[in-house]
């Protein structure tokens, strides 16, 4: 059984950080690329962060976040983490890691499990 955990949400102010992670279980984690995406009430799921699955491998952002945060894995631990600083009011939104076989994919479409997701909250 394949499973997505994420953790780490939570209420920050304006400024911020916080760090998400995601644990997987039920799948050749060293084989997936992983990623971040981000939905509000009403709105498309948003891609955030995307890591290949090489150790070190490559990560790409959606330039509403470049520069402000930051995703890395551990494939020893299974995990995926995102580094969110200088958060702002509008990051606000439940995040959700998502495990695929599509490299550099930007889009739902391209990942095959998603975990729950994790609501972040930034008041302003």
């Known amino acids: 059984q394949v499973q997505l955990v994420e953790s780490g949400g939570g209420l920050v102010q304006a400024g911020g950080s916080l760090r998400l992670s995601c644990a997987a279980s039920?799948?050749?984690?060293?084989?997936?690329?992983m990623a971040w995406f981000r939905q509000v009430p009403g709105k498309e799921r948003e891609f955030v962060a995307g890591i290949q699955w090489t150790a070190g491998g490559n990560t790409y952002y959606a330039d509403s976040v470049k520069g402000r945060f930051t995703i890395s894995r551990d494939n020893a631990k299974r995990m995926v983490y995102l580094q969110l600083n200088s958060l702002k009011p509008e990051d606000t939104a439940v995040y959700s890691c998502?495990?695929?076989?599509?490299?550099?994919?930007?889009?739902?479409?391209?990942?095959?499990?998603w975990g729950q997701g994790t609501q972040v909250t930034v008041s302003s």
């Open positions: 998502a495990a695929g076989r599509v490299a550099l994919s930007t889009t739902p479409i391209g990942y095959n499990y």
């Open positions: 039920g799948i050749p984690f060293n084989t997936y690329h």
